[in-house]
């Protein structure tokens, strides 16, 4: 309920701009209040900044790798490195025999094959089908399938057409093996069998009982005159002599997967990818020291204190060019020596030269493939990584596969039930697997894992943000510690509902302190007033 004040009638005052002089020095302390909670928001927001280029490096270095694939529904789903398919090239010198990539299990080396027949499947062609008017489709049945030792599959069309009867059909394919088409101007059904090689025979049979008559009547106008049923036959190459079958054009031989194409001789050569990974670790060095540029920027970038968040009404005094340019001052340093931050670099670089422990491969340590850290430089926190490319080029002739053990093996868990059933049990379970993954994990392994914890500070610290989806796509439990011991409020949040608090009671004081000055102000005016009045009537009294 607003308050109508009439000031100022008695001793000509602005009683109303006394009172906003007055207010202004008692909302100081609001204003204060207000600067701390913009200065928290600013934070929070670097440290959602912050959490957001952790795990894009994480994402977009793995994926890089083909460690990380996302699904058509947006799901990261993380693989190991031994399942890369780009280490090994593979070559086929007649593309049109027989093409060829290499998986993880490929040994380079060059070898001959002959395709001798190609993989086919079953398939029959229906007799002319002009006169199906003794036929009652709609509610026909009879059972096929499409492999010989498949099971049969019942069909019952429901409608009185050709295409009704092949949707139904159709709509049973992952159960029988078999498709179907009908040609209206050959009045003729086609089925296929959808697998291939010598079990691939497409079989019809009639239902039993009378719900199998009409159906027994349409397959024997199916195998009327004109019907041609083929069988499938395997896929036969030929190497050093001996003839390999398979059901399908698509094998695997030799740690190579091959497609089959044509009948005909081919040479299949496979070799190290030596280019394709040098490029692929040099971007990841690359996006690694851009990560560190950023991060040591942030910590590094200088505190200016004497800007502070404008108000409303200071933001309106000033041209917008100049309100830009001091918020940039005002929000600088956000981050300077964060020690959240800090702690994870010196956890990265600390373990950067750690050796790897438990590696079948060649290498154990950074140095021995050629990667070193860069001499330090003044101004920033130094672990930028640098690359000798003949050292690194020979170590990937040399291992492929130990190269990329050394920077991303995932070592074995340890085993749970060795440690106690209890809460204590569960942290020393905890605290043993970290100190395994720190040991035994491959570089850029424990460059991810110390990213995460540092990621799990911070969003303690600030929450996460916009962007948990994305955080969860690093690691799915991450936010889980947040929410069930934090109660998803976190250290900022908490400032910042304080502050707001404080700020709603301060505001309450200044409605009080304003009531009072207007009180006594027209109180004043009262007075005055009576005075007057007084006066007045003294001065009518000596008049008389």
Do not use: C
């Amino acid at each position: 309920m607003s308050t109508l004040r009439i000031s100022g009638l008695a001793s000509g005052m602005d009683t109303d701009l006394m009172v906003e002089s007055l207010m202004k020095v008692e909302r100081l302390k609001v204003d204060r209040f207000e600067q701390n909670k913009q200065i928290a928001l600013w934070r929070q927001e670097a440290y959602n900044n912050m959490n957001k280029l952790f795990a894009n490096f994480i994402l977009n270095t793995r994926k890089n790798f083909g460690l990380t694939k996302t699904t058509s529904t947006g799901i990261a789903l993380n693989y190991s490195y031994t399942s890369v398919d780009y280490l090994r090239k593979a070559v086929s010198s007649k593309e049109d025999v027989a093409s060829v990539t290499s998986t993880s299990k490929a040994l380079n080396g060059t070898f001959n094959i002959e395709v001798k027949q190609l993989a086919t499947s079953g398939s029959i062609t229906s007799a002319e089908l002009d006169n199906l008017d003794d036929i009652q489709l709609d509610g026909m049945k009879f059972r096929i399938k499409g492999t010989e030792d498949g099971q049969f599959v019942t069909i019952t069309v429901k409608g009185s057409t050709m295409n009704d009867l092949v949707k139904a059909i159709n709509e049973k394919k992952d159960e029988t093996k078999v498709m179907a088409f009908y040609d209206s101007e050959n009045k003729r059904l086609f089925l296929q069998s959808t697998v291939t090689g010598e079990n691939s025979k497409i079989q019809l049979s009639r239902v039993s009982g009378e719900d199998g008559d009409e159906g027994y009547k349409f397959l024997e106008k199916v195998r009327g005159e004109g019907f041609k049923k083929i069988n499938g036959q395997d896929a036969i190459i030929q190497y050093n002599g001996v003839d390999l079958k398979y059901s399908s054009n698509n094998i695997n031989f030799n740690g190579l997967n091959i497609v089959l194409k044509a009948e005909g001789k081919t040479t299949i050569s496979v070799s190290t990818n030596v280019d394709g990974i040098m490029e692929k670790i040099e971007q990841l060095i690359n996006d690694y020291n851009e990560l560190i540029d950023k991060v040591s920027q942030a910590i590094n970038e200088k505190r200016y204190s004497q800007y502070y968040p404008l108000s409303q009404d200071e933001k309106k005094a000033m041209h917008e060019d100049d309100v830009k340019l001091w918020e940039e001052k005002a929000k600088s340093g956000m981050l300077s020596r964060d020690e959240l931050i800090t702690r994870t670099l010196q956890a990265i670089r600390t373990d950067l030269y750690r050796n790897v422990g438990g590696v079948s491969g060649s290498f154990k340590n950074l140095i021995e493939i050629g990667i070193t850290t860069e001499s330090y430089t003044r101004g920033t926190t130094g672990g930028k990584l640098q690359i000798d490319k003949e050292k690194l080029r020979a170590a990937i002739e040399k291992d492929p596969e130990g190269v990329m053990e050394l920077l991303f093996k995932e070592p074995e868990k340890l085993d749970r039930a060795d440690f106690p059933d209890t809460d204590e049990g569960k942290r020393q379970y905890e605290a043993a697997e970290r100190a395994n993954r720190r040991d035994n994990g491959g570089i850029f392994t424990r460059v991810y894992d110390n990213l995460i914890d540092g990621m799990k500070a911070i969003i303690d610290r600030a929450g996460p943000g916009q962007d948990a989806d994305l955080l969860r796509s690093i690691k799915s439990n991450i936010l889980i510690d947040f929410v069930t011991s934090k109660s998803s409020i976190s250290d900022l949040d908490r400032e910042v509902l304080n502050i707001n608090r404080r700020i709603d009671d301060l505001n309450a004081q200044l409605i009080r302190k304003e009531n009072a000055y207007y009180a006594k102000f027209a109180n004043m005016e009262k007075m005055l007033q009576q005075m007057y009045s007084q006066s007045n009537w003294l001065a009518q009294q000596f008049m008389r």
